[in-house]
């Protein structure tokens, strides 16, 4: 029996849902996380180096929990997996309250990396991918702009109540508003596909109708590059170290308020630095969701990587202007955009929709095995210097070698073999033009 008309609204209510997802994971856990450091080690006495750690960990985890993570969600129902995994995230922020030493830290750390796996930056995108066949883009660039929403209103405000009732409390109010955030939306309103409501995707087409039914009745897949080839090509191996590379770009996130503190500036003041990196991150997500749309993947993300470079630039000229400064964190809030937007993109025009979310997952598991060294390294870095200028200088060469590794992975695009609906091989891939 022919489906029925897509109800768009039910499609932006999807995307809405991964807007307060984002929000209330990848922006509160991850992105504030920077202004409880300062008054954590100055209590308890401990090394910046020692407490961010803990997403060292979260890194390390990652990489043992994304090959489940695209096994099990298209697997098993949907609301209940997304729904205990951020529980046990909550969990994991509200027991940092009661923390004496930073080993403790490190354990919520590992909790984030293999529950948090599945919602912070895997969901969105897959559920997203399966809503919108148009406008993708610019809908998935929305929804992860609300991390940057999320870390934007949540670190001043997060600082206030550290000042107000101090960081012990402030970690237990900080998991109970994210657990209002999230769980709602987890628990009664995700559904993976619009099949699951016998609905079609956002621009689907009388045209993608006939296909699609084609397919269904004689049992098709999907085109694209199949899992296990996909995962022996230069490509996929590229898009592993980009993952990576562009994750560690996280490690400074948590250190902008004690960068802007070792410059001279008060807490408040390192507080919204990261605050602008926030605004960043929403405007630019916006922007690189469009950017996508109209001109392509490939070119946008040589774009976000020389925003980067730019912030990067910044930060080491700024002799602790405060315009500067705040400029350099807009441009630098890029690097939100390229791990949370242009990846996903990325990976799906290069290896086709056959087996996405494996190899998307996959490819994500680069983002702990290099990522993991970001937020230790900046720290150590400025333990051993007292400066954060040679972590910058690093965090140049980084970008430089985003652009190379971007570049490699069009180039062998073209020797990749691709399998129609039927299981023919193309003769070549697709085109990548818009």
């Known amino acids: 029996m022919k489906k029925k008309a897509p109800r768009l609204h039910y499609a932006w209510v999807i995307m809405i849902g991964c807007c307060f997802m984002q929000a209330g994971g990848l922006g509160a856990v991850l992105d504030a996380a920077g202004v409880f450091f300062v008054p954590v080690c100055e209590d308890l006495g401990l090394l910046r180096s020692e407490i961010s750690m803990y997403l060292t960990f979260y890194f390390i985890a990652t990489v043992f929990a994304m090959p489940i993570v695209g096994k099990w969600i298209t697997k098993y129902n949907i609301n ?61 660039g929305i929804a992860m702009s609300f991390s940057g929403i999320g870390g934007a209103a949540l670190s001043p405000l997060f600082t206030i109540f ?18 209002v955030l999230v769980l709602p939306w987890t628990a009664f309103v995700f559904k993976l596909r619009p099949e699951d409501m016998g609905l079609r995707p956002y621009g689907w087409t009388e045209e993608d109708e006939r296909a699609e039914l084609s397919r269904e009745e004689k049992h ?21 170290l980009f993952a990576g590379l562009i994750a560690y770009f996280a490690g400074f996130n948590s250190h902008l308020p004690g960068f802007a503190q070792s410059v001279g500036h008060s807490a408040l003041v390192g507080s919204s630095l990261l605050t602008a990196v926030m605004i960043g991150n929403v405007v630019e997500k916006l ?11 490939q070119l946008t993300v040589n774009i976000q990587l020389a925003m980067v470079a730019l912030g990067f630039i910044g930060f080491i000229f700024s002799g602790g202007n405060l315009v500067m400064l705040y400029i ?15 990846t996903p993109l990325l990976i799906r025009q290069i290896f086709g929709e056959r087996d996405f979310p494996a190899i998307f997952t996959y490819a ?9 060294f970001g937020p230790v390294t900046v720290g150590a870095i400025f333990d051993a210097t007292g400066s954060f200028i040679p972590a910058f200088v690093l965090g140049i060469g980084i970008t430089a070698l985003g652009f190379i590794t971007t570049r490699l992975a069009y180039v062998y695009r073209r020797r990749l073999h691709w399998v129609d609906a039927d299981g023919s091989v193309l003769p070549e891939a697709p085109s990548t033009k818009c």
Do not use: E
């Not at 694209?224 to 996929?236: D, E, H, I, R, Y």
């Not at 350099?328 to 242009?342: E, K, W």
């Open 80 to 140: 209940v997996l997304l729904s205990v995994s951020f529980a046990l995230v909550v969990v994991a922020v509200a027991l940092m309250g009661t923390y004496t030493a930073a080993w403790q830290w490190w354990i919520s750390g590992i909790v984030f990396g293999l529950a948090g796996s599945f919602i912070f930056v895997v969901p969105a995108p897959i559920l997203i991918g399966n809503w919108f066949k148009k406008r993708r883009g610019i809908a998935l």
């Open 162 to 179: 550290i000042q107000d009732f101090g960081w012990r409390n402030a970690y237990f109010i900080a998991a109970i508003i994210m657990a």
């Open 220 to 240: 098709l897949a999907l085109p694209g590059v199949p899992l296990k080839k996909a995962l022996k090509t230069v490509p996929f191996v590229c898009m592993f």
């Open 287 to 297: 922007f690189v969701g469009w950017l996508n749309d109209k001109v392509g993947v």
């Open 328 to 342: 350099s964190a807009f441009l630098f809030g890029a690097q939100n955009s390229l791990v949370s937007v242009s």
């Open 364 to 372: 994500r598991i680069g983002t702990g095995v290099i990522g993991c």
